[in-house]
Protein backbone atom coordinates (compact mmCIF):
# COMPACT_ATOMS: atom_id res chain seq x y z
CA UNK A 1 0.00 0.00 0.00
CA UNK A 2 1.17 3.33 -0.95
CA UNK A 3 2.29 6.13 2.01
CA UNK A 4 0.68 8.76 -0.18
CA UNK A 5 -3.11 10.01 1.12
CA UNK A 6 -5.64 12.84 -0.49
CA UNK A 7 -8.39 14.67 1.26
CA UNK A 8 -11.16 14.62 0.91
CA UNK A 9 -12.09 11.51 -1.00
CA UNK A 10 -15.11 13.84 -1.89
CA UNK A 11 -16.40 17.44 -2.04
CA UNK A 12 -19.24 18.85 -3.12
CA UNK A 13 -18.52 22.67 -3.14
CA UNK A 14 -20.26 25.85 -4.79
CA UNK A 15 -19.43 27.57 -7.66
CA UNK A 16 -17.36 30.67 -6.64
CA UNK A 17 -16.05 29.19 -3.64
CA UNK A 18 -12.28 28.69 -2.72
CA UNK A 19 -11.06 24.91 -2.25
CA UNK A 20 -7.52 23.40 -1.49
CA UNK A 21 -6.97 19.78 -2.07
CA UNK A 22 -4.85 18.18 -0.10
CA UNK A 23 -2.15 15.70 -0.96
CA UNK A 24 0.06 13.76 2.09
CA UNK A 25 3.21 11.16 1.16
CA UNK A 26 5.54 9.81 3.96
CA UNK A 27 7.88 8.10 1.61
CA UNK A 28 10.27 11.37 1.30
CA UNK A 29 9.51 11.47 -1.93
CA UNK A 30 10.87 14.65 -4.07
CA UNK A 31 8.92 15.05 -6.80
CA UNK A 32 4.75 14.95 -6.80
CA UNK A 33 2.63 15.61 -9.32
CA UNK A 34 -1.29 16.42 -9.43
CA UNK A 35 -2.69 15.05 -12.47
CA UNK A 36 -7.10 15.43 -13.18
CA UNK A 37 -8.45 12.41 -15.13
CA UNK A 38 -12.30 12.50 -16.39
CA UNK A 39 -14.00 9.41 -17.49
CA UNK A 40 -12.54 7.33 -20.14
CA UNK A 41 -10.28 10.34 -20.72
CA UNK A 42 -6.46 10.60 -20.47
CA UNK A 43 -4.75 12.00 -17.34
CA UNK A 44 -3.56 15.74 -17.40
CA UNK A 45 -0.92 17.31 -15.61
CA UNK A 46 -1.79 20.32 -13.97
CA UNK A 47 0.85 21.11 -11.68
CA UNK A 48 4.59 19.40 -10.75
CA UNK A 49 7.50 19.73 -8.15
CA UNK A 50 10.73 18.35 -7.94
CA UNK A 51 11.22 19.42 -4.12
CA UNK A 52 10.31 22.28 -1.46
CA UNK A 53 10.33 25.47 -2.88
CA UNK A 54 9.71 23.93 -6.61
CA UNK A 55 6.76 24.15 -8.52
CA UNK A 56 5.90 23.94 -12.59
CA UNK A 57 2.89 24.31 -14.55
CA UNK A 58 1.65 21.71 -17.13
CA UNK A 59 -0.78 21.98 -19.09
CA UNK A 60 -4.08 22.58 -16.99
CA UNK A 61 -2.37 25.00 -14.54
CA UNK A 62 -4.03 28.85 -15.51
CA UNK A 63 -7.14 28.01 -12.44
CA UNK A 64 -5.24 26.67 -9.64
CA UNK A 65 -2.21 26.93 -7.64
CA UNK A 66 0.09 24.45 -6.05
CA UNK A 67 3.16 25.17 -2.84
CA UNK A 68 5.57 23.08 -1.38
CA UNK A 69 6.81 24.43 2.05
CA UNK A 70 7.27 21.30 3.39
CA UNK A 71 8.88 17.55 1.12
CA UNK A 72 5.43 15.79 2.42
CA UNK A 73 2.39 18.12 1.46
CA UNK A 74 1.64 19.24 -1.85
CA UNK A 75 -1.60 20.98 -1.70
CA UNK A 76 -3.79 22.10 -4.85
CA UNK A 77 -5.79 25.20 -4.22
CA UNK A 78 -8.54 26.10 -6.64
CA UNK A 79 -9.64 30.02 -6.29
CA UNK A 80 -12.81 30.54 -7.65
CA UNK A 81 -14.54 26.90 -8.33
CA UNK A 82 -16.41 26.57 -11.73
CA UNK A 83 -18.51 23.58 -12.87
CA UNK A 84 -16.09 22.78 -15.56
CA UNK A 85 -13.95 21.98 -12.70
CA UNK A 86 -15.78 19.24 -11.98
CA UNK A 87 -13.30 16.27 -12.25
CA UNK A 88 -11.35 13.82 -10.35
CA UNK A 89 -8.00 14.45 -9.23
CA UNK A 90 -5.07 13.11 -8.57
CA UNK A 91 -1.63 13.15 -6.78
CA UNK A 92 1.50 10.93 -7.11
CA UNK A 93 4.77 11.51 -5.96
CA UNK A 94 8.08 9.49 -7.05
CA UNK A 95 11.88 9.93 -5.85
CA UNK A 96 14.22 11.89 -7.39
CA UNK A 97 17.02 9.48 -7.41
CA UNK A 98 17.39 5.54 -6.09
CA UNK A 99 17.99 2.82 -8.64
CA UNK A 100 14.55 1.23 -8.67
CA UNK A 101 14.03 3.46 -12.05
CA UNK A 102 10.80 4.92 -10.10
CA UNK A 103 12.29 8.46 -10.35
CA UNK A 104 11.10 8.26 -13.91
CA UNK A 105 7.86 7.60 -13.33
CA UNK A 106 4.65 8.58 -11.46
CA UNK A 107 5.32 5.77 -9.19
CA UNK A 108 2.81 6.33 -6.20
CA UNK A 109 -0.90 7.56 -6.70
CA UNK A 110 -3.03 8.50 -3.78
CA UNK A 111 -7.02 7.26 -4.12
CA UNK A 112 -7.94 10.30 -5.63
CA UNK A 113 -10.51 13.43 -4.40
CA UNK A 114 -13.62 13.72 -6.79
CA UNK A 115 -15.02 16.87 -7.01
CA UNK A 116 -18.05 18.21 -7.86
CA UNK A 117 -18.84 21.58 -8.47
CA UNK A 118 -22.87 23.32 -8.03
CA UNK B 1 -3.72 13.90 -32.90
CA UNK B 2 -1.96 12.19 -29.00
CA UNK B 3 0.70 11.75 -28.78
CA UNK B 4 0.12 8.15 -27.10
CA UNK B 5 -2.90 6.40 -28.64
CA UNK B 6 -4.15 3.01 -26.24
CA UNK B 7 -6.51 0.86 -27.56
CA UNK B 8 -9.82 2.29 -26.53
CA UNK B 9 -11.81 -1.30 -25.29
CA UNK B 10 -14.02 -1.90 -23.21
CA UNK B 11 -12.81 -5.52 -23.30
CA UNK B 12 -14.51 -8.62 -22.18
CA UNK B 13 -12.56 -12.08 -21.62
CA UNK B 14 -13.41 -15.37 -19.72
CA UNK B 15 -11.45 -16.22 -16.81
CA UNK B 16 -7.72 -18.18 -18.11
CA UNK B 17 -7.55 -16.17 -21.06
CA UNK B 18 -4.42 -14.31 -22.12
CA UNK B 19 -5.13 -10.83 -22.62
CA UNK B 20 -3.29 -8.53 -25.01
CA UNK B 21 -3.50 -4.40 -24.32
CA UNK B 22 -1.85 -2.41 -26.78
CA UNK B 23 -0.35 1.50 -26.87
CA UNK B 24 1.12 3.03 -29.98
CA UNK B 25 2.95 6.69 -29.39
CA UNK B 26 4.39 9.62 -32.12
CA UNK B 27 7.06 10.67 -29.82
CA UNK B 28 10.76 9.13 -30.59
CA UNK B 29 12.21 11.01 -27.26
CA UNK B 30 10.33 8.17 -25.48
CA UNK B 31 12.64 6.35 -23.35
CA UNK B 32 10.53 4.92 -20.53
CA UNK B 33 7.05 2.80 -20.54
CA UNK B 34 4.65 2.19 -17.72
CA UNK B 35 1.28 0.35 -17.33
CA UNK B 36 -0.80 1.40 -14.63
CA UNK B 37 -4.07 -0.79 -13.28
CA UNK B 38 -6.72 1.35 -12.35
CA UNK B 39 -10.00 -0.34 -10.18
CA UNK B 40 -13.03 1.76 -9.93
CA UNK B 41 -12.94 4.98 -7.83
CA UNK B 42 -9.05 4.41 -7.51
CA UNK B 43 -6.10 5.74 -8.09
CA UNK B 44 -3.63 4.27 -10.75
CA UNK B 45 -1.25 1.40 -9.08
CA UNK B 46 2.13 1.17 -11.15
CA UNK B 47 2.26 -2.12 -12.43
CA UNK B 48 5.25 -2.41 -14.98
CA UNK B 49 7.90 0.06 -15.83
CA UNK B 50 10.50 -0.55 -19.22
CA UNK B 51 13.29 0.89 -19.91
CA UNK B 52 13.89 1.20 -24.07
CA UNK B 53 13.07 -2.03 -26.21
CA UNK B 54 12.72 -5.50 -24.78
CA UNK B 55 10.42 -7.47 -23.11
CA UNK B 56 10.33 -7.59 -19.11
CA UNK B 57 7.96 -10.23 -17.08
CA UNK B 58 6.75 -9.86 -13.90
CA UNK B 59 4.22 -13.14 -12.80
CA UNK B 60 1.43 -13.19 -15.25
CA UNK B 61 2.39 -10.03 -16.58
CA UNK B 62 4.84 -9.16 -19.47
CA UNK B 63 5.41 -5.75 -20.79
CA UNK B 64 6.64 -5.45 -24.52
CA UNK B 65 8.05 -2.65 -26.20
CA UNK B 66 9.04 -2.24 -29.54
CA UNK B 67 10.79 0.92 -30.12
CA UNK B 68 11.32 0.83 -33.82
CA UNK B 69 7.25 0.29 -34.69
CA UNK B 70 6.45 2.50 -31.40
CA UNK B 71 4.24 0.40 -29.90
CA UNK B 72 4.16 -1.31 -26.83
CA UNK B 73 2.41 -4.01 -25.10
CA UNK B 74 0.99 -5.54 -21.92
CA UNK B 75 0.18 -9.42 -22.11
CA UNK B 76 -1.57 -10.81 -18.86
CA UNK B 77 -1.76 -14.87 -18.83
CA UNK B 78 -4.32 -16.68 -16.77
CA UNK B 79 -6.48 -13.59 -16.52
CA UNK B 80 -8.84 -13.51 -13.67
CA UNK B 81 -11.88 -11.89 -12.39
CA UNK B 82 -9.71 -9.85 -10.21
CA UNK B 83 -7.66 -8.03 -13.32
CA UNK B 84 -10.62 -6.46 -14.01
CA UNK B 85 -10.21 -2.98 -14.06
CA UNK B 86 -8.63 0.00 -16.70
CA UNK B 87 -5.13 -0.39 -17.89
CA UNK B 88 -3.32 2.78 -18.68
CA UNK B 89 0.28 3.36 -20.35
CA UNK B 90 2.13 6.21 -20.16
CA UNK B 91 5.49 7.15 -21.17
CA UNK B 92 8.00 9.62 -21.13
CA UNK B 93 11.49 10.89 -22.26
CA UNK B 94 14.94 11.16 -21.07
CA UNK B 95 14.92 14.32 -18.52
CA UNK B 96 11.37 15.18 -18.72
CA UNK B 97 9.30 16.67 -16.26
CA UNK B 98 5.92 14.34 -16.72
CA UNK B 99 4.87 11.58 -18.84
CA UNK B 100 2.16 11.13 -21.22
CA UNK B 101 -0.64 8.89 -20.42
CA UNK B 102 -3.07 7.01 -22.74
CA UNK B 103 -6.41 6.95 -22.42
CA UNK B 104 -6.88 3.72 -21.12
CA UNK B 105 -8.84 0.66 -21.81
CA UNK B 106 -11.36 -1.16 -19.37
CA UNK B 107 -10.87 -4.63 -19.18
CA UNK B 108 -13.74 -7.33 -18.06
CA UNK B 109 -12.22 -10.88 -16.76
CA UNK B 110 -15.64 -12.99 -16.61
CA UNK B 111 -15.66 -16.24 -14.35
Given at each position: EADIYQTPRYLVIGTGKKITLECSQTMGHDKMYWYQQDPGMELHLIHYSYGVN???KGDLSSESTV??????????TLESA???HTSQYLCASSPRTGGAGFENTEAFFGQG?????? | QKEVEQDPGPLSVPEGAIVSLNCTYSNSAFQYFMWYRQYSRKGP???????SSGNKEDGRFTAQVDKSSKYISLFIRDSQPSDSATYLCAMRGTNAGKSTFGDGTTLTVKP
Open positions: STESRIRTEHFPLRPSTRLTVV | ELLMYTY
